[in-house]
């Protein structure tokens, strides 16, 4: 799939990955995400939101995580069998609500103090990609964040690849967005360091 292609990647293409496996991208048993998933955590610059936004939640491993920060959760994805496996796996924790969606044609109208665009921005057509970013302004508060992670090089089933997303972010939003940089970088440990390189993480804040 390239750039040139006219439509971001449809919710079939995950609705049939789930099919082949509850589990496709190891979420639960690699070492790799496992380590990625506790350094998103770790940058959340602040120990509690009020409510916060997920964009691309999977089977909900994150999103188990990130709910311990959060007074309220909306959780979204584009698989209803991906979302099938979250509301299990978060069966317990009230303050998460899931809902299927296919951003950007779909996006909440709440305003958030935090939102997380995670492994998901290279799925969109640039067009796509730069409406998402737009609607992620417009629903971030005044002083809320957004924490970007996304898998750095090229990989079949992208259009784009994580440098493309993340540089769309950085291109013409300074007035809306203050860039604080990688929030890794005061807490690099061992397993951490091992695997950083393979991804990028941003952190932005609305001004």
Known sequence: MTASDPKSVPSSF?????????????YTSSFY???????????LPKVQFKNAFEIGCA???ITQKLAEKCDRLLSVDYSELGLE???????N????????MQIPQQFPTEKFDLILFSEV???LTTEDLLETKQK?????LPGGYLLMVHYRLPVESFILNGEIV???FLHESAQFLKHLGDPRKGFLMLDLARHHKRYRMDLFQRL
């Not at 924790?93 to 899931?98: A, G, I, K, S, Y």
């Open 85 to 91: 496996e979250a509301r299990k796996r978060c069966a």
């Open 33 to 43: 995400e496992i380590s990625k998933f506790r350094a998103t955590i770790r940058a």
């Open 59 to 61: 089977i909900g491993v």
């Open 136 to 140: 992620i302004i417009d629903s971030l």
């Open 14 to 26: 995950f609705d049939e990955t789930y099919r082949g496996s509850s589990d496709p991208w190891g």
């Open 166 to 168: 993340h540089d769309s």
């Open 121 to 123: 921005g290279y799925y």
């Open 93 to 100: 924790l009230p303050q998460v609500r899931f809902e299927q």
